[in-house]
């Protein structure tokens, strides 16, 4: 309909958690649209969970006047939840971050060995020249990605 919906993305089922789908139609007016549980718009697991487009716009108006009132009261404070907030996400994303470097770190060092001992049968006569050639093609094809 030529424009996306403010919330679009944004707003989250409560019970099931995933994305509400905002509900809109030529017929209906700005009053009636709406953003409803995306499990229930496709016949799935939840039930007819929906908040109307303007009552969320009320409502995250509403939050954002509180959040600049206390912004305005107290600014030190202010400045300091948010900064206490911003450090706490960066160290997740750091943490997640380094556990997704072990992984990988540990799935090279498997490959080192597969390819080790890929080699070693080579060299013992275990595996024929073109075995060994298939194999290792495969477990470099492997370790690219």
């Given at each position: ?7 679009f ?16 139609s030529?017929?209906?007016?700005k ?33 954002l006047?509180?959040?600049v ?42 490959l ?8 070693e049968?080579r ?23």
């Amino acid at each position: 309909m030529g424009e996306i919906g403010l919330f679009f993305g944004l707003a989250y089922c409560a019970d099931c958690g995933v994305k509400l789908y905002h509900h809109r139609s030529i017929t209906l007016t700005k009053e009636q649209e709406s953003y409803i549980c995306s499990n229930y718009q496709s016949r799935k697991k939840c039930t007819a969970h929906y908040i109307r487009a303007v009552v969320l716009e009320q409502l995250v108006l509403q939050n954002l006047q509180r959040v600049v009132a206390y912004a305005q009261e107290d600014e030190k404070e202010f400045v300091r939840c948010v900064m206490e907030n911003k450090t706490a996400v960066q160290k997740a994303e750091q943490e997640q971050a380094r556990r997704k470097l072990e992984k990988q770190e540990r799935r090279i060092s498997e490959l080192a060995r597969i390819i080790q001992q890929l080699y070693e049968d080579r060299v013992a006569g275990a595996l024929s020249a073109e075995r060994f050639a298939k194999l290792s093609e495969g477990t470099r094809k492997n370790r690219r990605l």
